[in-house]
Nanobody, 124 residues
Framework: QVQLVESGGGLVQAGGSLRLSCAASGRTFSTSVMGWFRQAPGKEREFVAAISGSGASTYYADSVKGRFTISRDNVKNTVYLQMSSLKSEDTAVYYC?????????????????WGQGTQVTVSS
């Protein structure tokens, strides 16, 4: 069983920064691909970023590339999403998730455990 708990969301002005954290339980964290997704009101959940178990490989949605950075600390069982140059269109509930396979990917159906989400609101 894996539990994921996100934190770090909040209200920020456009152009500002936030760092999201996702604390994970479970012994398989260090070998698991982890991802961040987001869902804006009235829209489908969309992929944001993913990171391999070792942290050596990362993958980003085009909409956040160059502005967001995903990282992880396998000692603390935590994955992070550093968000910079935030835009109003980044406003959403952000979820972290664990991928059931070892390859990095953006398809949400391949992620089997999800956190409860944390709200990020960017004011323009």
């Amino acid at each position: 069983q894996v539990q994921l708990v996100e934190s770090g969301g909040g209200l920020v002005q456009a152009g500002g920064s936030l760092r999201l954290s996702c604390a994970a339980s479970g012994r398989t964290f260090s070998t698991s691909v982890m991802g961040w997704f987001r869902q804006a009101p009235g829209k489908e959940r969309e992929f944001v970023a993913a990171i391999s178990g070792s942290g050596a490989s990362t993958y980003y949605a085009d909409s956040v590339k160059g502005r967001f950075t995903i990282s992880r600390d396998n000692v603390k069982n935590t994955v992070y999403l550093q968000m910079s140059s935030l835009k109003s269109e980044d406003t959403a509930v952000y979820y972290c998730a664990r991928r059931r396979s070892y390859n990095i990917g953006s398809d949400s159906s391949a992620y089997d455990y999800w956190g409860q989400g944390t709200q990020v609101t960017v004011s323009s």
